[in-house]
T-cell receptor, first 110, second 117 residues
Framework: LAKTTQPISMDSYEGQEVNITCSHNNIATNDYITWYQQFPSQGPRFIIQGYKTKVTNEVASLFIPADRKSSTLSLPRVSLSDTAVYYCLVGSGGYQKVTFGIGTKLQVIP | GAVVSQHPSWVICKSGTSVKIECRSLDFQATTMFWYRQFPKQSLMLMATSNEGSKATYEQGVEKDKFLINHASLTLSTLTVTSAHPEDSSFYIC?????????????FGPGTRLLVL
């Protein structure tokens, strides 16, 4: 299982763009990169997933360089409701087990 | 995205009793379900992986006789905490995936808060 490393915490003001980078140096060829958001006392919520280059959906963008050893989750114009823990996971399928790292606690400041 | 539910959302029980937590995939068939445990201010820790119709695979350090997992159908998995003790108090989360669809992600339930007195 590929290990991931993220910053433990980040602060941002409302309306700013937030970029959270995750390192996964031993990512395997078949692995995808998935980001989840978790609020206190709730299960993780899927945000975005990608394999290479750039992926964008209605809530976030995911940038993956050519070597795929890292990835960056970009949240445009964050609001207070984006305050949560964000997890980067690497795995080769929804039926394969993954290992959660510590995650990044994002605090959005008014 | 796919919907996964858990029941109950929270439970309080006396030490020594057993508690059953249900995890259901509401709009898809879950060939694989995972059970996690999360202590306050910590990350999710995988307890076990269960495939429909077969025995669960437990992670190292997780007692299979204490945490009984049953995945008898493609939409339901249950976790039974037997003879619960205060140290078993935690937030239990399940997730589900579908091997046959080739999905690349797991979908998580809302979690169950267990408090053992």
């Amino acid at each position: 299982l590929a290990k991931t490393t993220q910053p433990i915490s980040m602060d941002s003001y409302e309306g700013q763009e937030v970029n959270i980078t995750c390192s996964h140096n031993n990512i395997a060829t078949n692995d995808y990169i998935t980001w989840y958001q978790q609020f206190p006392s709730q299960g993780p919520r899927f945000i975005i997933q990608g394999y290479k280059t750039k992926v964008t959906n209605e809530v976030a963008s995911l940038f993956i360089p050519a070597d795929r050893k890292s990835s960056t989750l970009s949240l445009p114009r964050v609001s207070l409701s984006d305050t949560a823990v964000y997890y980067c996971l690497v795995g080769s399928g929804g039926y394969q087990k993954v290992t959660f790292g510590i995650g990044t606690k994002l605090q959005v400041i008014p | 995205g796919a919907v996964v539910s858990q029941h109950p959302s929270w439970v309080i029980c006396k030490s020594g009793t057993s508690v059953k937590i249900e995890c259901r995939s509401l709009d898809f068939q879950a060939t694989t379900m995972f059970w996690y445990r999360q202590f306050p201010k910590q990350s999710l820790m995988l307890m076990a992986t269960s495939n429909e119709g077969s025995k669960a695979t437990y992670e190292q350090g997780v007692e299979k006789d204490k945490f009984l997992i049953n995945h008898a159908s493609l939409t339901l998995s249950t976790l039974t905490v037997t003879s619960a003790h205060p140290e078993d108090s935690s937030f239990y989360i399940c997730s589900a995936g579908n091997r046959d669809r080739g999905w690349q992600t797991q979908y998580f339930g809302p979690g169950t808060r267990l408090l053992v007195l």
